[in-house]
């Protein structure tokens, strides 16, 4: 359904720092420097078909998070969920919502874990129980 994400900054240095170490976690490599032709940087990050970029807003204002936004990442497993966590906290994420765990409803059982990165924007690492 997607063909790739795109999340702003205001400081592309401090996201590629937290996205090269959080997204490594699942795999990705390092983030593919871009510079747009307006001269903007954006990074993008590939990985198993997907694509996720981090861009200095190209109009010139500040870059602000969705309320009520938030962007999943799949994981292999409850492991990884926490890994995916400690590594968004040591580079500079904060813990949102209840501490990463299992959660129980509807749509069956999923480990999940909700940070913010640098910028504010809400990401979740989640892996579905089978």
């Not at 997607?2 to 390092?30: C, P, Q, R, T």
């Not at 926490?82 to 906290?89: L, R, S, Y």
């Amino acid at each position: 359904m997607f063909s790739h994400v795109m999340l702003g900054s205001n400081n592309i240095e401090s996201s590629k720092l937290f996205y090269d170490a959080v997204l490594g976690v699942l795999g990705a490599g390092e983030g593919f420097r871009n510079i747009s032709p307006s001269g903007y940087t954006r990074l993008f990050y590939r990985h198993d078909g997907n694509s996720f970029g981090i861009t200095e807003p190209i109009n010139g204002e500040v870059a602000t998070f969705a309320n009520g936004g938030t962007i999943g990442f799949k994981c292999t497993s409850a492991e990884q969920v926490q890994k995916f966590h400690d590594t968004a906290i040591a580079h500079g994420g904060r813990t949102c919502e209840d501490p990463p765990g299992l959660r129980e409803g509807s749509m069956g059982a999923m480990y999940l874990a909700y940070v913010r990165d640098p910028d504010g924007n809400k990401l979740c690492a989640v892996y579905r129980v089978k």
